[in-house]
């Protein structure tokens, strides 16, 4: 195919993929219009400390294991907190999208989970040859594309793991856009 084609075909692709994650968004943000408070959110004191609370740290711990983790943990885990980057609530949009929110010192966020995984995944990658070619075949053997029967090659979670942070990564981006798309929409009706 010529780049253009290419081009085209990615174009499509992504459309198709960004109508999805709005769709999705748009379905969450209508559900949760009859749960939205009238009232403001608290303010916090200096004194206040933050918790990321007992459900999102289960999840960051998941996450943050996810390189020696299944494949379906890393799914289940991934696909939560996508869930949770859908709703319409400020505190949960800044605390898991924004990777420039000030917080303490001991405070994780999605975002400095997301760097420890990267940073760790690039000290395993450089003790492992041919790291690239191996993620290739994970995600052709995931996709059901592997020319290669899926039963002959030998399952490794690190492979799996880098395809579904990868994906993740997107995804996550595409919430954001999308989300970041309706907000001005929003404020231009205003």
Same mark, same amino acid.
């Given at each position: 195919?010529?780049?253009?084609?290419?081009?085209?075909?990615?174009?499509?692709?992504?459309?198709?993929?960004?109508?999805?994650?709005?769709?999705?968004?748009?379905?969450?943000?209508?559900?949760?219009?009859?749960?939205?408070?009238?009232?403001?959110?608290?303010?916090?004191?200096?004194?206040?400390?933050?918790?990321?609370?007992?459900?999102?740290?289960?999840?960051?711990?998941?996450?943050?294991?996810?390189?020696?983790?299944?494949?379906?943990?890393?799914?289940?885990?991934?696909?939560?907190?996508?869930?949770?980057?859908?709703?319409?609530?400020?505190?949960?949009?800044?605390?898991?999208?924004?990777?420039?929110?000030?917080?303490?010192?001991?405070?994780?966020?999605?975002?400095?989970? *997301?760097?420890?995984? @990267? &940073?760790?995944? #690039?000290?395993?990658? /450089?003790?492992?040859?041919?790291?690239? %070619?191996? =993620? !290739?075949?994970?995600?052709?053997? *995931?996709?059901?594309? @592997? &020319?290669?029967? #899926?039963?002959?090659? /030998?399952?490794?979670?690190?492979?799996? %793991?880098? =395809? !579904?942070?990868?994906?993740?990564?997107?995804?996550?981006?595409?919430?954001?856009?999308?989300?970041?798309?309706?907000?001005?929409?929003?404020?231009?009706?205003?």
């Amino acid at each position: 195919r010529t780049r253009y084609g290419c081009w085209c075909a990615c174009s499509l692709l992504t459309c198709a993929w960004l109508w999805t994650v709005m769709l999705q968004v748009t379905q969450c943000f209508a559900a949760c219009q009859k749960w939205q408070s009238s009232e403001p959110l608290l303010p916090l004191s200096a004194d206040d400390e933050f918790s990321e609370g007992p459900f999102l740290h289960l999840l960051f711990n998941k996450l943050q294991r996810s390189l020696d983790q299944p494949y379906e943990i890393n799914l289940t885990v991934t696909g939560l907190l996508t869930r949770l980057a859908y709703f319409p609530h400020r505190g949960l949009h800044a605390y898991l999208l924004d990777p420039f929110i000030p917080l303490g010192d001991n405070v994780r966020s999605l975002h400095s989970v *997301l760097r420890q995984i @990267s &940073a760790e995944l #690039a000290l395993r990658a /450089q003790r492992t040859a041919s790291f690239q %070619a191996n =993620v !290739v075949n994970a995600r052709r053997r *995931l996709c059901g594309t @592997s &020319a290669v029967d #899926a039963a002959g090659v /030998q399952k490794d979670n690190l492979y799996e %793991a880098v =395809v !579904v942070l990868e994906e993740f990564c997107k995804e996550l981006a595409a919430v954001t856009f999308v989300k970041s798309a309706m907000y001005l929409q929003q404020c231009s009706f205003l």
